[in-house]
């Protein structure tokens, strides 16, 4: 706007200009016409009235449509400046809604799949191994049965508040669907490293969390697979992690496991994708 009005300040000190020359171009003809063409005084302030009054008249006219354009032309570029800001408000809001959660604000499963894809042909370029977590809370189904589903939903907020306030901004944090989420390092090698991890997931949500006037106490469950030695692609690494997340629900909740071979024998419910189940 600060460049607009200085356009219009422009045009009206150009009009000034062209008034104040035609003035003095007016006068010199009088001039001309009294000295040189010895034109009668009387003629001559007439014809100095007529041409001066015509002239003045047509830099108004002209003057005055000069602007009216000017702020039209304003007008229409802030009216597409409006539009291409609404518009690209717009696209983040779809980009937002194509690869977020609704309820947490946290990376959908598509997004994931993105981040894990870019991670694992990293690590094979750079010789580096990843690790992949699945997180399912335990016994939330009874939470969600027993003081209903906004509390459900505002403890899954919780949880993703506290999921990203603990990890690295280099980790990835995704809610699956339900009480799952999936959690990716990129570039761990060593698996006491993820020991570390897991154990600071675990201790993270274990802290008591409030809700409105409840204070709600959690755990969860873990699974734990890595590039490449549980999957070399996105739906066996998860299924790995999900493999294990059941050994760890068998055994009591409220703690982690590897993913192992030996594991594979136990008999694991299928996920389910309709309901957000962890299979890309």
Partial sequence: ?????????????????????????????????????????????IEWVVV????????????????RQHDRVERQARQLAEALVESERDQDTIRRLAYH???TGLRNRALFKDRLEVATARADRNGHKLVVMLMDLDRFTDINDTLGHTVGDRLLQRVGERLTATLRESDTVCRMGGDEF???????????EADVIANRVLTAIR???????LQLEITTSLGVAQYPDHGTDSGTLIRSADIAVYHVKDKGRDGYQWHAPTLRSVQVPGPDLAAGGCEL
């Fill in 1 to 45: 706007m600060g460049e607009s009005h200085d356009a219009r300040g422009e045009l009206v000190q150009l009009k000034r200009w062209v008034v104040a020359a035609t003035v003095a171009l007016i006068t010199l003809l009088e001039a001309f016409y009294l000295t040189v063409m010895e034109v009668p005084p009387g003629e001559c302030l």
């Fill in 207 to 213: 802290g008591p969390s409030v809700v409105g006037d």
């Fill in 52 to 67: 001066t009054g015509l002239a003045l008249a047509l830099i108004d006219f002209a003057f005055q449509k000069t602007l």
């Fill in 182 to 192: 999936l959690l990716l390092f990129p570039d761990l090698d060593r698996s006491e």
């Fill in 101 to 103: 959660d609704g309820l």
